[in-house]
T-cell receptor, first 112, second 114 residues
Framework: QKEVEQDPGPLSVPEGAIVSLNCTYSNSAFQYFMWYRQYSRKGPELLMYTYSSGNKEDGRFTAQVDKSSKYISLFIRDSQPSDSATYLCAMIRWDSWGKFQFGAGTQVVVTP | DTGVSQDPRHKITKRGQNVTFRCDPISEHNRLYWYRQTLGQGPEFLTYFQNEAQLEKSRLLSDRFSAERPKGSFSTLEIQRTEQGDSAMYLC????????????FGQGTRLTVV
């Protein structure tokens, strides 16, 4: 079983809809959580990071962490075709700071 | 310096040849990371540096792989005696000291071993 599980999709939504993405993890040592966006054949781009349970908002993006359930989410409001990409969750253990553990990524397609 | 720079962007090599990739991190960043990504998968950790010190290496990093960061600035990743299974995107990232969770990735070097 992988330490970080993420549904690979693809997830297809109409323009303007809310995109809901999530990851589950098995190890409670993970303390810091990030979401990256990756366009085809490009490097991952950091969208958001958080370390506490609860919600964090940045523009159209909301990151949610539930440490008791070992579950993190990313919501994208008012989705645009330019949001079509693969979204990767990543997390860091407190005892292995340099080693980011990534999910497999969810492919999102926003149709006009 | 607006981001992490990797060179080359693409590399095609014959099986058994050696290849070397370069990464130039964001100038004020002390930490530098190497990851490998195959199609449909998330990046897998290979190794990371704090300044010139290599602090952790993955078991994925066999003895054919070596990484250096001699002056605590740019880094190189060398693969000796390449195998077809080495074909992947090799990603470099950098961040500030421990406590900084903002790691910024380069565009990657896509390696194809034929």
């Amino acid at each position: 079983q992988k330490e970080v599980e993420q549904d690979p999709g693809p997830l297809s939504v109409p323009e303007g809809a809310i995109v809901s993405l999530n990851c589950t993890y098995s190890n409670s040592a993970f303390q810091y959580f990030m979401w990256y966006r990756q366009y085809s054949r490009k490097g991952p781009e950091l969208l958001m990071y958080t370390y506490s349970s609860g919600n964090k908002e940045d523009g159209r993006f909301t990151a949610q962490v539930d440490k008791s359930s070992k579950y993190i989410s990313l919501f994208i409001r008012d989705s645009q075709p330019s949001d079509s990409a693969t979204y990767l969750c990543a997390m860091i253990r407190w005892d292995s700071w340099g080693k980011f553990q990534f999910g497999a990524g969810t492919q999102v397609v926003v149709t006009p | 310096d607006t981001g992490v720079s990797q060179d080359p962007r693409h590399k095609i090599t014959k099986r058994g040849q050696n290849v070397t990739f370069r990464c130039d991190p964001i100038s004020e960043h002390n930490r530098l990371y190497w990851y490998r990504q195959t199609l449909g998968q998330g990046p897998e950790f290979l190794t990371y540096f704090q300044n010139e010190a290599q602090l952790e290496k993955s078991r994925l990093l066999s003895d054919r792989f070596s990484a250096e960061r001699p002056k605590g600035s740019f880094s190189t990743l060398e693969i000796q005696r390449t195998e077809q299974g080495d074909s992947a995107m090799y990603l470099c990232a950098s961040s500030g000291d421990q406590g900084s969770t903002e790691a910024f990735f380069g565009q990657g070097t896509r390696l194809t071993v034929v």
